[in-house]
């Protein structure tokens, strides 16, 4: 049997890289009966004006790293879902800014609780060795992707 590191880095990210997006597709799917209507990139655009309060388009395109059509699209189907509000830009008048309403964050915290108790369900059955593992994952995730960010 080969040791850890025997195994190239190169496999170790592949199998790394399956596993999570396994993950976030099945979470995606915990979470379908939630978002009638909202597409991954709708719920993920929502996520980030949560997380940085009102934005203009291009401010949430750049975060997100789409295009501006496409995230022009995205805001057209959660302005129709009523989970944003749009108003005038103060700085700019030609352009607007996009806030989470009420309804906006009640269906992020409907979602998140939906793909929490998937998780728990599944982590229900580890160790508590595996358990702290996971959470030791997590922190170092978090920590690799914060180095990429904007």
């Known amino acids: 049997m080969a ?18 997006v396994r993950t976030a597709r099945r979470l995606r ?30 401010e949430i395109a750049a975060i997100e790293r789409v295009k501006r059509p496409t995230i022009t699209r995205t805001l057209g189907c959660l302005e129709r879902e009523g989970l944003i509000d749009r108003s005038q830009d103060p700085t700019d008048k030609r352009s607007a800014l996009v806030a989470l309403n009420g309804a906006g964050r009640e269906r992020l915290r ?24 996971l959470a030791r994952a997590a922190e170092i995730l978090e920590r690799m992707r914060e180095g990429e960010q904007l």
Do not use: W
């Open 110 to 133: 409907l979602l998140r609780k939906r793909k929490n108790a998937y998780l728990a369900r599944r982590m229900r059955d580890l160790s508590d060795e595996e358990v702290e593992t």
């Open 3 to 20: 040791s850890v590191t025997d195994i190239p880095l190169s496999e170790r990210a592949a199998h790394l890289r399956t596993a999570i």
């Open 29 to 58: 799917q915990e979470a379908a009966a939630e978002t009638t209507g909202l597409t991954p990139t709708s719920v993920a655009a929502l996520a980030t004006i949560e997380r940085h309060g009102p934005m203009t388009p291009s």
